[in-house]
């Protein structure tokens, strides 16, 4: 991925937003930075973060991870997202 100005002012304003919103702590320099913010977009709320979501997986040709269906049944064993596999907790 090639990192221009377009794909660091959608990065830094995706960031605030993601800290803001989640408390996500993700740095511009960390190695999975981007997969990072696909997933705290995927799981927000609001429709301008999974706006900035959907750019910046453009820039990059990443797809962001869907967020598994929530549970039904409270008796069966929860399901987590760990490093894009999901596993159970």
Not at 36 to 61: H, I, K, P, W, Y
Request: net charge positive; aromatic share 2%.
């Amino acid at each position: 991925m090639e990192l221009n100005k377009a794909v660091i002012d959608c990065m830094r304003s995706l960031r605030r937003r993601l800290r803001d919103e989640q408390q996500l702590d993700i740095h511009l320099n960390q190695p999975d930075a981007v997969s990072a913010m696909l997933a705290g977009c995927v799981r927000s709320n609001d429709e301008l973060t999974r706006e900035l979501g959907r750019q910046l997986a453009a820039f990059s040709d990443q797809l962001p991870a869907p967020v598994p269906p929530p549970a039904r049944n409270s008796g069966s064993a929860t399901v987590r997202i760990y490093r894009g596999q999901r596993v159970l907790a």
